[in-house]
């Protein structure tokens, strides 16, 4: 603070020699000068002085016999003329402080934290909803408002904080961890209960029927579009014979052992980019999505690909402007014609059936079998499997009036 108001009031460095020097700064101090960062060379002395006090020490200077010259000069006073003289400065510095306060009144960042199930996409389609947008105006944002309805809209949302830092409207959210989400289904189309269908074919070996009437056995063949578990479950009259039929949900836990068969190919030729080394790089800025180039130069590889680094500009903590600034890289290359030897047939294939078994696993398909080769044709390494697995089927399929009328009249 004090550096800050010895700029304002200016200041200057001085040098002072002759008869007494010393009996100079102690006069200096008898009348309230300020003198500081005291610097001694030989006979002479350096030394900062405010520019008030300077212009006090003539009669100093004479009772004292000294000289004194003006090393350095600081301050505002010394600075405004200087800016006087460069008018088109003085606009521009207007100008910029006119457009930094007038950026510094929208919102140009939104940024949501503590999302888990809630995806940023989904999100900000609703902040559009609720007409929050990046490049608004702060004053439109109503902060109480807005916490209100993301809570009301999300159920798992159980705590939100929403502020505006600057330019930047930062929301924090919290969600329920233990919340059962509850499937909204349409009803309708299970008026006539439902069924469920085997997807794939393969031998019963589990299963397990919670409802509905069961039409298989465990150890029998199925085919493809069988019906599994039917959702009309008659009432029979004392007699034996059927009354009417009540129809439900079909639900079962049914598992089928099947074979599976996998295939992969690799080209043996194939053409691949070898980079040169040679890169070109140009200023690039913009504003949201669209970019410009600071280069007419143009780019003569004959092949290459482009790496764009962007960086908001940020004035300072929490005021970003609708701007960015970065380069975009051109970096070439070449298309080799390369052979694929066996040992990276090999590891390519082996990724991809790390990549197939972990898919099935994610599915739940128990592999209890497998027989799996690399072989090669004349223009491909072939990765072929087959798999020996115990998978659940059984796909939920509506009743229709068709298929009632048709179970009657049997």
Sequence with gaps: MIAFLKYLRGYVRIRVWGFSPERFMNLCSNRNILLWDIQKDGDVYEMYISLKGFFSLRPIVRKTGTRVAVLKRCGLPFFLPKVRARKFFVLGLMVAVIFWFWTSLYVWEISLSGNYSITEDVFHDFLKEQDIFVGMSKGKVDIEELEKQIRRQFDQVTWTSAKL????????IKENENLQYEVKEDTEKYIYGSDLVAQADGLIVSMIVRSGVPQVTIGQEILTGDVLVAGNVPVNNEDGTVRKYQYVRSDADIYVQRKLSVREVLPIEYTDRVYTGRTTSHTYVGSGEKGLELSTKKVTYPYYDTLIEKKDIQLLKGLTLPLFW????????????????????????????????????????QIIEKDVKIDRDNIHWILEGEFTVIQRIGIEQPGTVEQIVGTMMK
């Design 165 to 172: 830092e600057g330019t930047k409207l930062r929301i924090v």
């Design 326 to 365: 970065g380069k975009i890289t051109y970096r070439e290359y070449l298309n080799v014609e390369k052979r694929r030897g066996e040992e990276d047939a090999k590891k390519l294939l082996e990724i991809k059936y790390s990549e197939i078994l972990s898919s099935l696993d994610e599915k739940g398909v």
